[in-house]
């Protein structure tokens, strides 16, 4: 849907709905409608691309946008003069979470069972040699290597960053170090990691 499409759209519900629905908070019709086209209309690419990111499809992207563009002209009056921008794809984003909650099964997979997804995928790529599958074997082992050879600091806050998916502050509480310690092993690891792994 184009921006046409949707100003049309939008000129036709707001045409019918009824005169006594209600309006943004201490604004006449005609003031929601500008203050609608002036903070959200500028703002459709932007939410266009991002529901597309979040969706997957352009197809639902246009669903998703077109009810943001409902809820965001039922909260205008809720818009303090901030940025509409960001606003407008705080609404987007919203919107797209709640879309995908009612359309898109999720499939999710208990903690214990990663071993057994893992090895699932590994035995569904399609291998087209023996060769193939030994060199993915060879990776994974001079990776794990790579990560052994690493410092005991810089091992231990690459494995809760990245294994165990602890946050900057949740790895410093538990290292007894500052953030800024904590950004810098990261760094430092993983630059170590990707400069052996391009060696071999």
């Not at 049309?8 to 006594?20: I, K, L, V």
């Not at 984003?93 to 099964?105: D, F, I, M």
Request: aromatic fraction near 6%; hydrophobic fraction near 45%.
């Amino acid at each position: 849907m184009n921006a046409l499409a949707l100003r049309s759209t939008y000129d036709r519900d707001t045409a019918s709905a009824p005169r006594d629905a209600p309006v943004a908070r201490g604004s006449r019709p005609a003031d929601t409608h500008e203050r609608f086209k002036n903070v959200v209309l500028p703002h459709l690419s932007d939410a266009r691309a991002l529901a597309r990111w979040l969706t997957g499809s352009p197809a639902d992207s246009e669903d998703v946008v077109q009810d943001a563009c409902v809820h965001a002209y039922r909260a205008i009056g809720n818009f303090t003069d901030g940025n509409a921008r960001a606003w407008v794809l705080t609404i987007v984003r919203h919107t797209a979470y709640s879309w995908l909650q009612k359309n898109r099964v999720v499939s999710l997979v208990p903690a214990d069972d990663i071993e057994a997804v893992e090895s699932k995928q590994m035995s569904e790529r399609n291998f087209d040699t023996p060769e193939t599958a030994l060199m993915a074997q060879d990776d994974a082992t001079r990776l794990q290597a790579s990560i052994d050879a690493l410092p005991a600091l810089f091992r231990t806050t690459l494995l809760l960053c990245d294994l165990q998916c602890l946050n900057y502050l949740q790895i410093a509480e538990a290292t007894g170090v500052s953030i800024g310690t904590v950004m810098s092993r990261l760094a430092r690891a993983r630059a170590r990691v990707i400069a052996d792994m391009r060696a071999g």
